[in-house]
């Protein structure tokens, strides 16, 4: 039978037997050296395998991570995916890493069209960068170049508009930045870090970045 027990209670169950077996008690002790050998050979067994997982998925992360994001995204808004920002605990339960394993490959990997974005919460630290989650404003295309960054001129962003803020309610024009959208216009429903859900006039929502968009005065 297996007991699944958290991690703070078992390290009360030791320090309680560690105090039995000071205090003598043989069956504490029998208890406290079982229980240690098995947690040596479960953690063993737990390196490897992670090391082994490690191994495999280092040459596809950049696909896993796009695929996961995409997944992830097309769930939350549909098919006008591009550009929403996912958080990096739900990117690595999807691939089925651990966070921090999942911010070591980030911090390694060069992706091009892909975008971090420092949250108002806790953020990871990404080769110098606060980031919690990230965006793709395009399919991945892997490349020697640094990933860009929100403060980041690689991302092609004419510094005049990296300031560029909004809020609930504005009317917005797209501009040639995102040619998919370019012209059309509407009202931007919500505003998430640097990017915003708009509500366009011919019906259709999208999640688009700040440098995508004007203000109609």
């Excluded at 060069?110 to 965006?135: C, D, E, F, K, M």
């Excluded at 797209?174 to 009202?187: C, D, E, I, L, M």
Aim: proline letters at 3%; one cysteine or more.
């Amino acid at each position: 039978m297996t007991v699944n027990v958290s991690e703070s209670l078992f390290e009360q169950i030791l320090e309680y037997l560690r105090v039995r077996t000071e205090a003598s008690d043989r069956i504490a002790e029998n208890l406290l050296k079982t229980l240690k050998a098995l947690t040596s050979s479960s953690t063993v067994d737990s390196v490897q395998k992670s090391n082994s997982d490690r191994d495999e998925l280092a040459p596809q992360f950049g696909q896993k991570l796009f695929d996961a994001w995409k997944e992830l995204a097309d769930l939350q808004v549909g098919e006008n995916y591009w550009s929403y920002p996912v958080m990096f605990e739900d990117l690595a339960e999807t691939m089925e890493i651990s966070v921090d394993i999942f911010v070591q490959y980030l911090a390694n990997v060069q992706i091009g069209s892909l975008q971090l974005i420092q949250g108002r919460g806790y953020n990871y630290q990404v080769n110098g960068l606060q980031a919690a989650s990230l965006t793709f404003h395009s399919a991945p295309t892997l490349k020697k170049a640094a990933i860009p960054s929100i403060n980041d001129k690689k991302q092609g962003v004419e510094p005049k508009t990296q300031g560029k803020t909004f809020k609930v309610g504005d009317r917005v024009a797209v501009n040639a930045n995102r040619q998919q959208y370019a012209n059309h216009k509407g009202v931007v429903e919500q505003v998430i870090s640097v990017s915003c859900r708009v509500k366009l006039d011919n019906g259709w929502t999208a999640f688009l970045p700040n440098h995508c968009l004007d203000h109609i005065a």
